[in-house]
């Protein structure tokens, strides 16, 4: 079946570092692949998308490419602030054919620190 | 606008209570689902909705009941919980062209004592 495998966290980062939280996935057929961010106490927000190959999502800052060649979703951000601290999930979704409604796979989750 | 709503924020029950949870969109979107998610691990699916009709459960136990009145109103009616079905309970939604996108609620936190 399909599945999706993100680096294991805890990361831990000082504001203004580098960040990379690495992603791959198995999956047959054409996946759309996303990232989801969850603060503490809230709920899942979506962060970026791509649904194809060599598509680039972005948003506030981060950004994912999708490489069918490596089966791969990485999401880097240059810059990291405090407020970034939150659980990072990675996930890929299909619609089974003949249906309107997408069946996420999840990774584990990465939790992200961000000290001043 | 991207927005589900849910409430209850928060919920206490006990084991011999009924309560239920109330999600809501207005984006126009026709699948909905339920998730349950354990502290420090990703969402599991429940229930999916399509136009209304139950299309996914996932062995759900028979104490959580799902129910769809229209569009735009998804329920989690529970009843005789466990204490292990204390978690947060996330409803989602995706559009019928983009269905492969779903765009989550802030959750429900149930606890059951």
């Known amino acids: 079946g399909d599945s999706v495998t993100q680096m294991e966290g805890p990361v831990t980062l000082s504001e203004e570092a580098f960040l990379t939280i690495n992603c791959t996935y198995t999956?047959?057929?054409?996946?759309?692949l996303f990232w989801y961010v969850q603060y503490p106490g809230e709920g899942l927000q979506l962060l970026l998308k791509a649904t194809k190959a060599d598509d680039k999502g972005s948003n506030k800052g981060f950004e994912a490419t999708y490489r069918k060649e490596t089966t791969s979703f990485h999401l880097e951000k240059g810059s990291v602030q405090v407020s970034d601290s939150a659980v990072y999930f990675c996930a890929l979704s299909k619609v089974a054919g003949g249906t309107s409604y997408g069946k996420l796979t999840f990774g584990q989750g990465t939790i992200l620190t961000v000290h001043p | 606008d991207t927005e589900v709503t849910q409430t209850p924020k928060h919920l206490v029950m006990g084991m011999t209570n009924k309560k239920s949870l109330k999600c809501e969109q207005h984006m126009g979107h026709r699948a909905m689902y339920w998730y349950k998610q354990k502290a420090k691990k990703p969402p599991e699916l429940m229930f999916v909705?399509?136009?209304?009709?139950?299309?996914i459960n996932e062995s759900v136990p028979s104490r959580f009941s799902p129910e769809c009145p229209n569009s735009s109103l998804l329920n989690l009616h529970l009843h005789a919980l466990q204490p292990e079905d204390s978690a947060l309970y996330l409803c989602a939604s995706s559009q019928p062209s983009r269905s492969e996108t779903q765009y989550f609620g802030p959750g429900t936190r149930l606890l059951v004592l």
């Open positions: 909705y399509s136009y209304e009709k139950l299309s």
């Open positions: 999956a047959t057929g054409y996946p759309s």
